[in-house]
């Protein structure tokens, strides 16, 4: 069960309350990994609209909220970092639309539950479960609060390949007289769900709990909680994307590798 990392939920709200303000400040309105590989995904899997209600989950700075705003959707949206929550309200403006923030453990059943059950059309969340000590509790409530058929799009790195257990590695070879490099990762760990502290962004102030769980493990929450899967991508950046800045960053050298996973669960 998911709740075996639950002694690290103080930690992780302690270091996102602390990296606030620098991933704010780096993140802003998304980066690559959010405009390239999540976003479009999200898109055609939640078909954002006018008037649809979505619970924007561990929203952080409220970018997603935000745009989701701007077509015409009704948002609320909650983290558990208040000076994450601080940064959303001051980054959004009227023009964002009709966006609720507030400040509320994604495992706190009473809490969400307060927001009215069977309120929502659908629910988002963009790159968060992985850093959530306990998910059970969140599917569980999610079954309550959205409406019949009502949809839950979550992205996440993606289990197999960019979780705490892979290196990235390239190998050179004179290969008939052309020098060619092979990019390609090693996996040392995927069945055992665990926990490592980790650098989502370099230089920001404090290491964060990222939790890992296997896929079987991550969807099964959903499926306990009554959802089942109907739709999924696995989204890696195109061989013609420009190189980052970092030789054995995510780039179009691990095109056939993708970082991340995009999946819609829905409850019937």
């Known amino acids: 069960m998911s709740d075996q990392f639950q002694q690290y939920s103080q930690e992780a709200q302690v270091a996102w309350n602390e990296n606030a303000a620098y ?24 078909a ?6 979505v619970l924007d ?14 077509l015409g959707a009704q948002i609320t949206a909650f983290d558990v970092s208040d000076a994450m929550i601080e940064r959303a309200r001051a980054r959004t403006t009227a023009e964002d639309g009709d966006i609720s923030y507030r400040l509320i453990d994604g495992g706190d059943d009473a809490a969400l539950l307060a927001l009215g059950a069977g309120s929502f059309d659908a629910a988002l969340s963009n790159m968060a479960l992985f850093d959530m000590a306990a998910i059970d509790p969140l599917f569980a409530s999610l079954a309550r609060l959205l409406k019949p ?22 190998e050179r070879e004179d290969r008939d007289g052309r020098l060619v490099t092979t990019y390609s990762m090693k996996v040392t760990g995927y069945m055992s769900p665990s926990v490592k502290m980790g650098l989502a962004i370099p230089g920001q102030q404090r290491p964060h709990p990222y939790f890992h769980r296997p896929l079987q493990m991550l969807l099964g ?5 009554g959802f089942v899967m109907d739709g999924l991508e696995e989204r890696a950046f195109p061989p013609d994307h420009p190189k980052g800045r970092s030789p054995l960053g995510w780039g179009p050298e691990f095109s056939e590798i993708p970082p991340v996973m995009v ?4 409850f019937l």
């Open 263 to 266: 999946v819609r669960m829905r």
């Open 23 to 46: 991933w704010d400040e780096y993140m802003g309105e998304g980066n690559d990994f959010v405009n390239v590989l999540c976003w479009p995904a999200i898109e055609r899997l939640l």
């Open 48 to 53: 954002p609209g006018p008037g649809m209600c």
């Open 57 to 70: 989950v561990a929203c952080g700075n409220g970018l997603t909220s935000r745009r989701l705003g701007r």
């Open 149 to 170: 058929g009502g949809v839950f799009v979550f992205s996440v790195m993606h289990p197999c390949f960019n979780n705490m257990h892979t290196i990235h590695t390239a």
């Open 221 to 225: 929450a959903g499926f306990a909680a």
